[in-house]
Structure formats: structure tokens, C-alpha cells
T-cell receptor, first 112, second 114 residues
Framework: GNSVTQMEGPVTLSEEAFLTINCTYT??????LFWYVQYPGEGLQLLLK?????DKGSNKGFEATYRKETTSFHLEKGSVQVSDSAVYFC???????????FGGGTRLMVKP | DAGITQSPRYKITETGRQVTLMCHQT?????MFWYRQDLGHGLRLIYY???????DKGEVPDGYVVSRSKTENFPLTLESATRSQTSVYFC?????????????FGSGTRLTVV
């Protein structure tokens, strides 16, 4: 079946550091890939998405590239801010049943 | 207001009581979902619905009941609450093309069973 694996956290960085959160997936066919962000006390919000191989999703300085050859969708940001502290979820959507499959989430803590 | 709303935001209940969590969306999305979020378990799907009067079990359905008589509402009922059901519950919705658009989530209900 479909699955998403994320690096375990927490990831702790200093402000302005470079961020990478790894995400790999297992799926048949050609899923769409997503990153969601959950700020403290809130629900999940869509951060970015990519719907086909080699697409790059980007938003708020975050980027992720859909790599079919390595089945990966790593999240990157060149310079993190304290306000980026949150839990990040990688997910994939495959047509059957219209379901999203989530990874376990990665907590990011950014220190001033 | 447009969007997806959950109520209540916080709830404390006693073991054995019935409690219903409400979810309402204004987009007429066909799909709706209930997840619980627990430390160490990420998000786990409880139930989902593809349309009014169509519901199906997710990964952890035991102890929960859902109904969907109207497209916009998808209440989740804990028939006899247990302490293991203490959690944060999220409702989500999507249109026919989750593959392109993903889900939209509510703000969550924090439920404590004492």
C-alpha cells in the first residue's frame, strides 16, 4: 500500500539556518505530494504541493521537488525564522478513494 | 463564514458519557474526514465520508460513530467515552480532486476524558 516516511524530529535550528526535512514515499502510479504545516494550537494548513514528477512546489520561502527516481519530496528553506517553528507533515494523494496518506510529522524548533 | 468549523474547541467529559463533536463545511465538498492526533502516532483516520449517507471506517474506528445526513455536516460521536479517547480531533474536507488540492482542515477539538 501507499506510505510516507519522514525524518523523526525534533529538528532544532538557529534562526537563518538552512532547513531540510526529508520525506520519502511508497506508492503505485503517480501520486500528488503535499507538505502541510501545523502551528501550535492550530489545524493543518497546506504549505505546498506538486502534482507530477519534477514539479517544484513553493510557498513562503519553502520549496520541495517531486523526485520520482528517488521517490522523495524533501522540504527545504534557505533561512528559517522563529515563526517557522511548527510540525510539518508530508503527504501523498492517490486517486483511489480520494485519500491522503500522511507521514508521522516532524517538529521544527527555531531558536533566536 | 466560509470554511470548515469544528465545535466545541475544547471539551472535558467523564468516562462513560456520550459526546458529539461537530464539523461543518460551507463549500459543499463531497469528502469529509475525521482524524485524531496523538503524540507518537501522528494523524490517524477514524472515519470518512464520500457523500451524504455514505460513510466508511478508517484506521481506528472502534468506539466512534458518524453520520452524514447533509453534505455540510459530519458529526463524530463517542458513544461511551474512555480515557484512551483523550486526543485532539480534526475534521477535514476535500472536493472530488484531492489528488490536486489536498484537504482543508478545521482548527480541531481538544477532548479530555476524565
Amino acid at each position: 500500500g501507499n506510505s510516507v516516511t519522514q525524518m523523526e524530529g525534533p529538528v532544532t535550528l538557529s534562526e537563518e539556518a538552512f532547513l531540510t526535512i526529508n520525506c520519502t514515499y511508497t506508492a503505485t502510479g503517480y501520486p500528488s505530494l503535499f507538505w502541510y504545516v501545523q502551528y501550535p494550537g492550530e489545524g493543518l494548513q497546506l504549505l505546498l504541493k506538486a502534482t507530477k514528477a519534477d514539479d517544484k512546489g513553493s510557498n513562503k520561502g519553502f520549496e520541495a521537488t517531486y523526485r520520482k527516481e528517488t521517490t522523495s519530496f524533501h522540504l527545504e528553506k534557505g533561512s528559517v525564522q522563529v515563526s517557522d517553528s511548527a510540525v510539518y507533515f508530508c503527504a501523498l494523494a492517490y486517486n483511489a478513494g480520494n485519500m491522503l496518506t500522511f507521514g508521522g510529522g516532524t517538529r521544527l524548533m527555531v531558536k533566536p | 463564514d466560509a470554511g470548515i468549523t469544528q465545535s466545541p474547541r475544547y471539551k472535558i467529559t467523564e468516562t462513560g458519557r456520550q459526546v458529539t463533536l461537530m464539523c461543518h463545511q460551507t463549500w459543499s465538498h463531497s469528502y469529509m474526514f475525521w482524524y485524531r492526533q496523538d503524540l507518537g502516532h501522528g494523524l490517524r483516520l477514524i472515519y470518512y465520508s464520500a457523500a451524504a449517507d455514505i460513510t466508511d471506517k478508517g484506521e481506528v474506528p472502534d468506539g466512534y460513530v458518524v453520520s452524514r445526513s447533509k453534505t455540510e455536516n459530519f458529526p463524530l460521536t463517542l458513544e461511551s467515552a474512555t480515557r484512551s479517547q483523550t486526543s485532539v480531533y480534526f475534521c477535514a474536507s476535500s472536493d472530488q480532486s484531492t489528488k490536486g488540492y489536498g484537504y482543508t482542515f478545521g482548527s480541531g477539538t481538544r477532548l479530555t476524558v476524565v
